[in-house]
């Protein structure tokens, strides 16, 4: 069963860069099937993407973030990353990790970790 | 980019009543870009409704979705106490959007 897990810091301070990873475990992130995706949620407020990679590196960004954001993948641990430079209070959320299913024009998150709080404070 | 707009902001139903949530885009999207999802408390996002009205693995009967064009329904056919729960609709044109949820209590 494909699992998730969020990992990294849960404080960063302002003007500093978050840096997590997501861990896939119970199959391979090099599937030609999936991209990998970064999903944030503010304290109360909605959901919110980040992007996507597939795990040829190819990634797709959210405009708003875009020139903070950058998704790397690494294949031989099966790990994808993500950092955001330059935080703010704004950035504080609950960052979660999700497999991006893009199969026959459906697209859509079908397995998510359970997600890390970051916190941006001093 | 594409809005979303949910409705109700909440929703207040008892179980084994019928819940009908609305999801509506600012301009026409692709039926098959459209995706609902349920999160509960503490709890990550769960896949419910792909393609608009396909459920995902292990997903109940009772929920199902409908619509087109702009217009895009979530249905709980009978509530269960576990239905409980805020539900996003979402939609991929160059970028995931989602829309700001539908807050499901009990009355």
């Known amino acids: 069963q494909l699992q998730l897990q969020e990992s990294g810091p849960g404080l960063v301070k302002p003007s500093e860069t978050l840096s997590l990873t997501c861990t896939v475990s119970?199959?391979?992130?090099?599937?030609?099937?999936?991209?990998w995706g970064w999903i944030r949620q503010p304290p109360g407020k909605g959901l919110e993407w980040i992007g996507s990679i597939f795990y040829s590196g190819s990634t797709h960004f959210n405009p708003s973030l875009k020139s903070r954001v950058t998704i790397s993948v690494d294949t031989s641990k099966n790990q994808f990353s993500l950092k955001l430079s330059s935080v703010t209070a704004a950035d504080t959320a609950v960052y979660y990790c999700?497999?991006?299913?893009?199969?026959?024009?459906?697209?859509?998150?079908?397995?998510w970790g359970k997600g890390t709080t970051v916190t941006v404070s001093s | 980019e594409i809005v979303l707009t949910q409705s109700p902001g909440t929703l207040s139903l008892s179980p084994g009543e019928r819940a009908t949530l609305s999801c509506r885009a600012s301009?026409?999207?692709?039926?098959?870009?459209l995706t609902w999802y349920q999160q509960k408390p503490g709890q990550a996002p769960r896949l419910l409704i792909y393609g608009a009205s396909s459920r995902a693995t292990g997903i109940p009967d009772r929920f199902s979705g409908s619509g087109s064009g702009t217009d895009f329904t979530l249905t709980i056919s009978s509530l269960e106490p576990e239905d409980f729960a805020v539900y996003y609709c979402q939609h991929y044109g160059t970028l995931y959007t989602f829309g700001q949820g539908t807050k499901l209590e009990i009355k």
């Open positions: 999700a497999r991006d299913s893009r199969v026959k024009y459906s697209y859509y998150m079908d397995v």
């Open positions: 301009q026409r999207v692709t039926s098959s870009q």
């Open positions: 119970g199959g391979s992130i090099s599937s030609r099937d999936y991209y």
